[in-house]
């Protein structure tokens, strides 16, 4: 039964309950025998709430007999990464100094998706505090992609994002600053959303770059997630007014990309692009084309991504660092280094990365989109690595040496985020290791229908989304 029930969507998984073709009880029971499975292959939870899982699908169970109105995704389970707050279930951090803490409130998001009646399966694992682009912790350890599991899940969503490819669940929610969503969501094969800034709220927030967000194995369970988490708040001062868009619908529109014009990056200007990954991603423009969009390749005039890592992100990773040796905490090394890297900026650096080149990055893309409809690029430059460690990506590609590899790494996924754009990524391809590789649709300024939207379309026109990894 559990081979049956893994790799069903959450939105199938939906319609069977209501069809009374399965149950929330043995969907539940599954869910935590796949677990036992791989969790140890893959080390992807932190926290496993087996016993409360199984009591909430009991009264899923008992809700679904009585009949009436209840939401899509009720019933259905998920896993949490571990940087999201869930009361009474305890929140890590992915820090030593947090291994026991236990939030006394639900995060904003997580409140929401209670409301809609997910059962949480458990929390996901994450780098401390989420700073690292893998997801390599002091308390957890290594988390692998579910292709092969001596190679790393990316972050700092990598718990999230592996744990729904390997059938565990198959929606996790995940969070995402330059790309923790989307880099992991590559690399593990799975769909990953972040939306426009402000999109989905964040209780007291100080930072509008940095947003939470969707993890799934289909482009339509990562918009019901969507659908049931947007919407103001009055504890977050950058959240958006409800727009009444329902994400799920923009993924289920009939159609293809028909119409639109599609700009495509290689992502070259930087640094270098994997072989394969360059093949992966001009075999999907292709496939673009195939489904109707016209496309046209050019290059994105952007800022230095790495500089600007460290001018925007390195004071808050002073910050970090500082309470970790307070707290008598070891610190990696890149961690560190980023740190040391900001501490010998001057005000002025700072101030224009987080004014100037923010304003130079949007406008950049303003540029594109005032003659585009969407641009695409590989959500990463190159495919999953061997674990290594602390440095966050590989030594070299295609022989050419990497300074900062973690930051090469979501060299890709930086500049949308602080242009506050939806960006989505979505599986196109394999390399000719058996490794995935992700397709990042960017979209204008709140735009985060029309990027679902074509997402769906594109996926629907493949099918690489029916590939699953055996463990």
């Given at each position: 039964?559990?081979d049956?029930?893994?790799?069903?969507?959450?939105?199938?998984?939906?319609?069977?309950?209501?069809?009374?073709?399965?149950?929330?009880?043995?969907?539940?029971?599954?869910?935590?025998e796949?677990?036992?499975?791989?969790?140890?292959?893959?080390n992807?939870?932190v926290?496993?709430?087996?016993?409360?899982?199984?009591e909430?699908?009991?009264?899923?169970?008992?809700?679904?007999?009585?009949?009436?109105?209840?939401?899509p995704?009720?019933?259905?389970?998920?896993?949490?990464?571990?940087?999201?707050e869930t009361?009474?279930v305890r929140?890590t951090?992915?820090?030593v100094a947090?291994?026991?803490?236990?939030?006394a409130?639900d995060?904003?998001?997580?409140?929401r998706?209670?409301?809609a009646?997910?059962i949480?399966?458990?929390?996901?694992?994450?780098?401390?505090?989420g700073?690292?682009?893998v997801?390599?912790?002091?308390?957890?350890?290594?988390?692998?992609?579910p292709?092969?599991?001596?190679?790393a899940?990316?972050?700092?969503?990598?718990?999230a994002?592996?744990?729904?490819?390997?059938?565990?669940?198959?929606?996790?929610?995940?969070?995402?600053g330059?790309?923790?969503?989307?880099?992991p969501?590559?690399l593990?094969?799975?769909?990953?959303?972040?939306p426009?800034?402000?999109?989905?709220?964040?209780?007291d927030?100080t930072e509008p770059?940095?947003?939470?967000?969707?993890l799934?194995?289909?482009?339509?369970?990562?918009?019901?997630?969507?659908d049931?988490t947007?919407?103001?708040?009055?504890?977050?001062?950058?959240s958006l007014?409800?727009?009444?868009?329902?994400?799920?619908e923009?993924a289920?529109?009939?159609?293809?990309?028909?119409g639109?014009?599609?700009?495509?990056?290689?992502g070259?200007?930087?640094?270098?692009?994997?072989?394969?990954t360059?093949?992966v991603?001009?075999?999907?423009?292709?496939?673009?084309?195939?489904?109707?969009?016209v496309v046209e390749?050019?290059?994105?005039?952007?800022?230095?991504?790495?500089e600007?890592?460290?001018?925007?992100?390195g004071?808050?990773?002073?910050?970090?660092?500082?309470e970790m040796?307070?707290?008598?905490l070891d610190?990696?090394p890149?961690?560190a280094?980023?740190?040391?890297?900001a501490?010998?900026?001057?005000p002025?650096?700072?101030?224009?990365?987080?004014?100037?080149t923010?304003t130079?990055?949007?406008?950049?893309?303003a540029?594109?989109?005032?003659?585009?409809?969407?641009?695409?690029t590989p959500?990463?430059?190159?495919p999953?690595f061997p674990?290594?460690g602390?440095?966050?990506g590989p030594?070299?590609?295609?022989g050419e040496?990497?300074?900062l590899?973690?930051?090469?790494?979501?060299?890709?996924?930086?500049?949308?985020?602080?242009?506050?754009?939806?960006a989505?990524?979505?599986?196109?391809?394999f390399?000719?290791?058996?490794l995935?590789?992700?397709?990042?649709?960017i979209g204008?300024r709140?735009a985060?229908a029309?990027?679902?939207?074509?997402?769906a379309?594109?996926?629907?026109?493949?099918?690489?989304?029916?590939?699953?990894?055996?463990?």
């Open positions: 039964m559990t049956d029930l893994t790799w069903l969507s959450a939105h199938e998984l939906g319609r069977q309950y209501r069809s009374r073709e399965l149950s929330p009880v043995e969907v539940v029971e599954a869910a935590l796949r677990t036992e499975q791989v969790n140890d292959r893959l992807v939870m926290t496993i709430t087996a016993d409360t899982a199984r909430q699908a009991r009264e899923a169970e008992r809700r679904f007999a009585a009949g009436g109105d209840l939401p995704l009720y019933g259905v389970p998920i896993t949490v990464k571990d940087l999201t009361a009474g929140t951090y992915g820090c947090y291994a026991e803490y236990v939030p409130e995060a904003i998001s997580w409140s998706l209670k409301e009646g997910v949480l399966l458990g929390k996901t694992t994450t780098p401390e505090f700073l690292l682009g997801t390599e912790s002091k308390l957890t350890g290594t988390t692998g992609t292709w092969d599991t001596s190679r899940a990316g972050g700092s969503s990598g718990g994002a592996s744990s729904t490819v390997a059938g565990i669940a198959p929606i996790a929610w995940g969070s995402d330059g790309g923790s969503i989307r880099v969501a590559s593990c094969g799975a769909v990953g959303i972040k426009s800034t402000g999109r989905i709220p964040l209780k927030n770059d940095s947003t939470e967000g969707p799934a194995r289909r482009v339509v369970d990562a918009a019901l997630l969507l049931v947007v919407g103001p708040h009055p504890l977050d001062r950058f007014p409800a727009t009444g868009e329902r994400y799920a923009a289920l529109a009939e159609g293809d990309l028909s639109l014009r599609i700009a495509a990056d290689h070259r200007q930087h640094g270098p692009v994997d072989k394969e360059e093949r991603f001009s075999a999907a423009l292709n496939e673009l084309r195939a489904a109707g969009a390749e050019l290059q994105v005039d952007l800022p230095d991504p790495l600007f890592f460290v001018a925007y992100w004071p808050e990773y002073i910050n970090y660092v500082s040796v307070e707290n008598g610190v990696w890149l961690t280094g980023i740190a040391e890297r501490a010998t900026l001057t002025a650096q700072v101030s224009r990365a987080s004014r100037d923010k130079e990055i949007y406008l950049a893309y540029n594109v989109f005032s003659r585009f409809d969407l641009l695409v959500t990463t430059p190159f999953a674990h290594a602390d440095i966050g030594a070299s590609v295609n040496s990497l300074e590899p973690g930051g090469h790494l979501h060299r890709l996924t930086e500049s949308p985020s602080h242009a506050g754009l939806p989505i990524s979505v599986p196109c391809g390399t000719s290791e058996g995935p590789v992700g397709l990042q649709f204008p709140h985060d029309a990027v679902v939207s074509a997402a379309r594109y996926e629907r026109s493949t099918d690489w989304w029916t590939r699953h990894p055996s463990l």
